[in-house]
């Protein structure tokens, strides 16, 4: 059996010395406006997986006002989510897709550590995880550089 999960997530963007994207720091003139590192990729992906098994979304279980999620990596909030698919929803991740929708940073040098990173917290191989970015061509608060979007796609099997 399987299942399909859709995620999105959206922070704006404000001036510092980096932003998070898919478990890598990247160092730019911007910084993410956030509860936790602000990791949009991750935080889509999260809700994917949780979505594919209908157990609701990542403001459900690491709620922006809990304390204890100030800050925190969201490479530790996906791990938490894929044990949770896999124990006791039973599903395994076949494969993931993700978008990234920003006119800053420049992503693509990153690209692959993404998604070996991604492939590890996910326990899957790299070939199962594909990252890609897109500019939204100077249109609206993403061209504006206010703010930047992440989509992911998931595919899960049942374990």
Known sequence: ?????HG???HRLEAGDGVTLGGVHI???YRLIAHSDGDVLIHALCDALLGACALGDIGKFFPDTDANYRGIDSRE???EVVRRVRDPAGYAVVNVDLT???QVPRVAPHVVTMRERLAQDL??????VNVKATTNEGMGHIGRKEGIAGHAVVLLQRS
């Open 8 to 10: 999105f997530d959206a």
């Open 123 to 128: 326990g899957v191989d790299i070939g199962a």
């Open 100 to 102: 990234l929708i920003a």
């Open 27 to 29: 160092p730019c003139a």
């Open 1 to 5: 059996m399987f299942r399909i999960g």
């Open 77 to 79: 909030l996906l791990r």
